[in-house]
């Protein structure tokens, strides 16, 4: 029913006061309510309720947008990708979320039935806020998550420095330990030789040996052994440096190989900051600080209750004169359906009834003149052999005549139309 002079059915409307009677803009969250717009305009007090119940159902698009969003744009940094993918996800939530609400029905529905039909939309809902909640944490506790997510990639760096450092253990053992043998070798021949030099310089100055000074051939006996002794070590001693060089060289290359690797680890630890490692710092954050589990907690329970709201705005809602016209409108159209549904069911049946009379008179009709054929023929056979007017050959038995009648004018029930 239009309105007149701002009065629908009967009643006075907020446009019959204020002079303006041009159409509210509410069409558009109408529709978001899903509901039937050119039945709603007959009743104005259902108006605002399914404007409202349209704002949720909106809200739940803008979450799932800037949730989507923001998971997008932490993975592939790119705002072009995040908004696109934020507009897709925001659409198929809201159009979830709309779904469930519209199928939902008030008037001669129990409150039970009602309760039990909403529980599984309940639950999609549910797992909806779950999915949308997380992203909005994450955002809303960049900062500390920045913070922890350093710490844990300090505890990533330390961690796969003790695995390099076990990786190469052997072989930086058995280095080390080459090595020590070598350098004691060599120490070792060193004593020996400076022995020998400190002898025969303290036997030549007095102060070591015979104590005496300038006795040339103590001295030049004991500068022999030293010479002696550094012609037969040298070649080892050669040896030893060229040992202890190699050793050297695989202690220096296993440790620049190991810097090496630290830092492409730092590099990629460090450029691969994705949603999943975010996510562990909050989780990380949760379990450590009391207080961020709890802002946690209260805040998915807020974005869930958000998601869920529709189905509980529907779920509390009164019933209404829309609600009743609506399963009024539905109702007709189903008897509407049921009814043609069954005309056209009979009109078929009479259609194949009036065939199957057809066919039966058609058969009736066949089976009688196939009848008087045959008893035609048949006295036309027995009137020839009353008269004699077979020949020899031809002459049998009455016996003889009828059961080559039968079976020459016998047909079967089922050959017949």
């Given at each position: 029913?239009?309105?007149?002079n701002?009065?629908?059915?009967g009643?006075?409307s907020y446009?019959s006061f204020?002079g303006?009677?041009?159409?509210t803009?509410s069409h558009?969250?109408w529709?978001?309510?899903?509901a039937h717009q050119?039945?709603?305009k007959d009743?104005?007090s259902?108006?605002?309720?399914?404007?409202?119940?349209g704002?949720v159902l909106?809200?739940?698009?803008?979450?799932?947008?800037?949730?989507?969003?923001?998971?997008i744009y932490?993975v592939f940094?790119n705002?072009?990708?995040?908004?696109a993918?934020a507009?897709i996800w925001?659409?198929?939530?809201?159009?979830?979320?709309?779904?469930?609400?519209s199928?939902?029905?008030?008037y001669?529905?129990s409150?039970?039935?009602?309760?039990?039909i909403?529980v599984?939309?309940?639950?999609?809902?549910l797992?909806?806020?779950?999915t949308?909640a997380r992203?909005?944490?994450?955002?809303?506790?960049?900062?500390?998550?920045?913070?922890?997510v350093a710490e844990n990639?300090?505890?990533?760096i330390?961690?796969n420095d003790?695995?390099l450092q076990?990786?190469?253990?052997?072989?930086?053992?058995?280095?080390q330990?080459?090595r020590?043998?070598l350098?004691?070798?060599?120490s070792?021949i060193?004593d020996?030789l400076h022995?020998?030099?400190q002898?025969?310089?303290?036997?030549a100055?007095?102060?070591?040996?015979?104590?005496?000074r300038?006795?040339?051939?103590?001295?030049l006996?004991?500068?022999?052994?030293y010479?002696?002794a550094?012609?037969?070590?040298?070649?080892?001693?050669?040896?030893?440096?060229?040992q202890?060089n190699y050793q050297?060289?695989?202690?220096?290359?296993?440790?620049?190989?190991?810097?090496?690797?630290?830092k492409?680890?730092?590099?990629?630890?460090t450029?691969?900051?994705?949603?999943l490692?975010r996510?562990?710092?909050l989780?990380d954050?949760s379990t450590q600080?009391s207080?961020?589990f709890?802002a946690?907690l209260?805040?998915?329970?807020l974005i869930i209750?958000?998601e869920?709201?529709?189905?509980l705005?529907k779920?509390?809602m009164?019933?209404?004169p829309?609600?009743?016209a609506l399963a009024k409108?539905?109702?007709l159209q189903?008897a509407?359906t049921?009814?043609e549904?069954?005309?056209?069911?009979?009109?078929?049946?009479d259609?194949?009834?009036?065939?199957y009379?057809?066919?039966?008179?058609m058969?009736?009709?066949?089976?009688?003149r196939?009848s008087?054929?045959q008893?035609k023929?048949i006295?036309n056979?027995?009137?020839?052999?009353?008269?004699g007017?077979?020949t020899?050959?031809?002459?049998?038995?009455i016996?003889?005549l009828?059961k080559k009648?039968?079976?020459?004018?016998d047909f079967?029930?089922?050959n017949?139309?």
């Open positions: 029913m239009s309105a007149i701002g009065k629908q059915n009643l006075y446009d204020s303006n009677t041009k159409k803009d558009f969250l529709w978001c309510a899903g050119q039945l709603l009743y104005p259902e108006h605002t309720k399914y404007a409202g119940l704002g909106l809200a739940t698009f803008v979450l799932a947008s800037l949730s989507a969003g923001y998971a932490s940094n705002a072009g990708w995040a908004i993918f507009m925001g659409l198929i939530i809201f159009n979830f979320d709309r779904f469930l609400v199928t939902m029905r008030k001669g529905v409150t039970r039935k009602q309760i039990w909403a599984p939309r309940i639950i999609l809902a797992l909806i806020g779950i949308i992203p909005l944490e994450l955002k809303i506790f960049e900062k500390e998550i920045d913070t922890k990639r300090h505890h990533k330390l961690l003790s695995l076990a990786e190469n253990k052997t072989v930086l053992l058995n280095a330990q080459e020590s043998k350098m004691e070798r060599k070792l060193e020996t022995r020998l030099q002898a025969y310089i303290q036997e100055d007095g102060t070591g040996g015979s104590l005496q300038g006795i040339e051939k103590l001295t006996l004991k500068q022999q052994a010479n002696i550094l012609q037969q070590f040298t070649p080892e001693l050669q040896k030893l440096s060229l202890l050297d060289s695989i202690l220096n290359n296993t440790a620049a190989n190991n810097e090496i690797k630290r492409q680890y730092e590099e990629a630890v450029a691969n900051v994705g949603f490692e996510n562990k710092a989780s954050l600080e207080s961020v709890w946690d209260f805040i998915s329970l209750l958000i869920i709201g529709p189905i705005s779920l509390i009164t019933v209404g829309y609600d009743i409108t539905e109702l189903m509407t049921v009814n549904m069954r005309r056209d069911k009979e009109l078929l049946f259609k194949m009834n009036g065939l009379e057809k066919k039966k008179e058969s009736d009709e066949l089976t009688q196939i008087s054929l008893q023929h006295n056979e027995l009137d020839r052999w009353e008269r007017e077979r020899s050959n031809d002459k049998m038995a016996d003889e009828l009648i039968k079976n020459q004018y079967k029930e089922e017949i139309l």
